[in-house]
Nanobody, 125 residues
Framework: VQLQASGGGLVQAGGSLRLTCTASRFTSETYYVGWFRQAPGKEREGVSSISGKGGMTSYADSVKGRFTISRDNVENTVYLEMTSLKPEDTAIYYC???????????????????WGQGTQVTVSS
């Protein structure tokens, strides 16, 4: 599975961005997908994740109510809609996938097998 994250950019605080993760292959029921971010000097952290069919999602407390994850398995694409952005959301954002058939989507970095290159999100105050 090859992943590619895109959609990052520079936005003012309070603004919105939509990140896109495209993949060479997301078999609809077998791959969970997560979004992660890493700010300078900090560890990579989980932001949001979604189950294979999209019926289950998880969010970090810091983004609940502001970010929305969704997927389109026909297009092999996962989206992260980010609204009410804050300067502390500034980071490189990565998407990742794991082979899984059931269970709540994880936000743990080590649970994911395949990683794409990141996309930079910068939120100015």
């Amino acid at each position: 599975v090859q992943l590619q994250a895109s959609g990052g950019g520079l936005v003012q605080a309070g603004g919105s961005l939509r990140l896109t993760c495209t993949a060479s292959r997301f078999t609809s029921e077998t791959y969970y997908v997560g979004w992660f971010r890493q700010a300078p000097g900090k560890e990579r952290e989980g932001v949001s994740s979604i189950s294979g069919k999209g019926g289950m999602t998880s969010y970090a407390d810091s983004v609940k109510g502001r970010f929305t994850i969704s997927r389109d398995n026909v297009e092999n694409t996962v989206y992260l809609e980010m609204t009410s952005l804050k300067p502390e959301d500034t980071a490189i954002y990565y998407c990742a996938s794991r082979l899984r058939l059931f269970g709540a989507p994880s936000l743990t970095v080590g649970d994911y097998e395949h990683w794409g290159q990141g996309t930079q999100v910068t939120v100015s105050s």
